[in-house]
């Protein structure tokens, strides 16, 4: 097991799930494909969150017809359009393809947030045999000091959606007061499918029709009547 290092004891708690992949490679699903190669990225990215274990493949039938609700549950809780913050939890795909190339094409399928391991490396196989992996698709669900939430949260997430997660931040004792639904998907505020849009719209015409009237008032002041220089 690799050593604690840079923990003192104050954090050693949350950073058992930084253990469980130091010394790895963790790729961004981002058009760059940026790379968390170094210690200090893992620890910031991984510590004290929930990390949902994705174990699928591009080839599994399954894994596709998962592939739309797991992007869709992820999305709803880390995109600023539909929460206030984004929720403490990580989404790392363990691809089980046979070949690179079919986990390229799977990728393209799951969230841009979410972090996969390069292909040519062995963990990925390892950790499939760490959480006996037999089925797919499968996603474990581990509290912040690695131990198991959920051996399989795939039918909770179908069926509960965004909800599941409000469930593992209790059983995992996960304190995140950060994080918030975003009022405009409160189902008992929302009064039609365009009303969000309708929302954020008026908001945004709100602030330009206060930083109007704060130029206004600045305007007078100056006794430009609002003109400028050249009115």
Same mark, same amino acid.
């Given at each position: ?31 760059? +494909?940026? @790379? ?25 039938? +399954?894994?596709?017809? #998962? ?16 929460? @206030? ?32 391991? !390069? ?12 959480? %006996? ?22 039918? %909770?997430?179908?069926?509960?959606? !965004? ?15 950060? #994080?918030?639904?975003?009022? @405009?998907?409160? @189902? ?12 954020? +719209? ?30």
């Amino acid at each position: 097991m690799i050593g604690w290092v840079l923990i003192d004891s104050e954090t050693q708690s949350e950073a058992v799930m930084v253990d469980l992949f130091l010394g790895k490679v963790l790729v961004k699903n981002n058009k760059d +494909k940026d @790379e968390l190669d170094t210690e200090r990225e893992i620890i910031l990215r991984l510590q004290n969150r929930i990390l949902m274990l994705f174990f699928g493949s591009g080839e599994c039938e +399954k894994c596709q017809d #998962f592939a739309p609700t797991l992007k869709d549950f992820y999305k709803k809780l880390t995109d600023e359009f539909y929460v @206030e913050r984004s929720a403490q939890l990580v989404l790392l795909y363990i691809s089980l393809d046979s070949s690179e190339e079919q986990q390229e094409k799977f990728l393209k399928e799951l969230p841009k947030r979410c972090l996969f391991l !390069p292909y040519e490396d062995p963990y990925r196989t390892e950790l499939g045999v760490m959480f %006996e992996v037999k089925d797919l698709p499968r996603v474990v669900v581990l509290r912040p000091d690695c131990s198991v939430l959920t051996p399989n949260a795939v039918a %909770e997430i179908c069926s509960l959606g !965004p909800d599941c997660y409000r469930n593992w931040q209790e059983g995992a004792e996960l304190i995140d007061r950060n #994080f918030m639904m975003n009022e @405009e998907f409160d @189902e008992g505020k929302m009064r039609s499918i365009t009303d969000p849009i309708r929302r954020v +719209k008026y908001k945004v015409e709100d602030k330009k029709k206060k930083k109007k009237n704060k130029k206004d008032d600045d305007g007078e002041e100056d006794g430009n009547d609002g003109g400028g220089p050249w009115g």
